[in-house]
């Protein structure tokens, strides 16, 4: 039971080196091979693209600045990467042998290198700070509902996922697949928080039995979780605040139950639990 294949994304800005520290220190725990996938628009494809379209023609020197700002982006995140990866003794570059991190060549549009990647990885890791500059929401929700890949939102300092560990249990299929992609961070935990708001659980279309749950998580040997029942008007906002309160270092949820409609329109609880700043880093799955 652990991951070993993670794909961190980063966009060569300062929010990247949390992302880049999970990824790396995830790597050395699991004996794992990180790599990681530059997300930055591709300025220059898009400004030639535009130009051509509006009939106009671009000079030479202007697109040769934008390669070289896009060069200066690489270089940025090749430079941060290497600093996590050596941070944590997990060996940086291509090649044989893990734990290991590595930085891909930037060359698609950042939605299709991410569906070309996700097939074959455990895991997807984006920093809290990217989620929250609004840049990479549509990322989020491409690679948990588009490529049906877990992704971790990483806040804080790696370390926490050796804490407590909170799981958001309503017994839907969101939350199973869920725990079943946490299972390795799960195993590491040093206590297990089971969290349920049973104003709102339908018990029509899941079952939310606490004890079943734990019975699948002894079968994996994570041990059992006790249970707190979390009160709120907003369940997303009401699981993030008890999870901070009980100073776990993860929070395991399902994302976008209802439909993405019911979610733009009305609000939700993965909306609330993407973009709280504070608290535990957060994995999620549809």
Sequence with gaps: MSLKRILV??????EDRTALDFGAWIAGQHRAHADVLPVYP???ADTVAMGLTLGAVLLPEAVAELAAAERGLQGQIEQAAREAAHAV???YGEGEGVPRLCVLSRG???DLALSRQTPLCDLVILSQEEVQAGGAYHLVSQALLGDRVPILIARGD???LSGDAAIAWDGSAQAGRAVRAALPLLAMASAIH?????RTLDRTVADPDVD???AYLKLHGVGSGTL???EGPRDGEAMAAMAEAQQVGLLVAGAWGHSRLQETLFGGATRSLLHRVSGPSLLMAH
């Excluded at 089971?194 to 049973?198: G, P, T, Y």
């Design 9 to 14: 994304l980063a966009s060569g800005s300062p």
């Design 42 to 44: 591709d300025a220059a």
């Design 89 to 91: 003794d997990v060996v």
């Design 108 to 110: 698609l549009r950042p």
């Design 158 to 160: 790696p370390d926490t």
């Design 194 to 198: 089971i969290l349920q708001c049973e």
């Design 212 to 214: 079943r749950l734990n």
């Design 228 to 230: 707190t029942l979390v």
